[in-house]
């Protein structure tokens, strides 16, 4: 069974960074279009950044510019950067597959911005 692991979120100040980052299991991440995604409490479940598997990127307006989306193939692993952090970006963040495959949602990372 495919599994997603995210880790990598913690609490941080506004204006911090923190690198997030999501290990896959029985899937080649290189071969899928990859996401990250968002969730707080209440709130649909919204995609931030997105990379195809030729490495194209495209962000939701709210990041462009402080997140940066990667995958390291070899690690099987894709990445979220996330600088100059704002308190509106605290939420749970998953990756998953575009478009993202319901039985494959891991438990996520927790990331806190305090003002």
């Known amino acids: 069974q495919v599994q997603l692991v995210e880790s990598g979120g913690g609490l941080v100040q506004a204006g911090g960074s923190l690198r997030l980052s999501c290990i896959a299991s029985?899937?080649?991440?290189?071969?899928?279009?990859m996401g990250w995604y968002r969730q707080v409490p209440g709130k649909e479940r919204d995609l931030v950044a997105g990379i195809t598997t030729g490495g194209s990127t495209n962000y939701a307006d709210s990041v462009k510019g402080r997140f940066t989306i990667s995958r390291d193939n070899a690690k099987n692993t894709v990445y979220l950067q996330m600088n100059s952090l704002k308190p509106e970006d605290t939420a749970i963040y998953y990756c998953?597959?575009?478009?993202?495959?319901?039985?494959?949602w891991g438990q996520g990372t927790q990331v806190t911005v305090s003002s």
């Open positions: 998953n597959m575009r478009p993202p495959r319901n039985n494959f």
């Open positions: 029985r899937m080649f991440v290189s071969i899928f279009d």
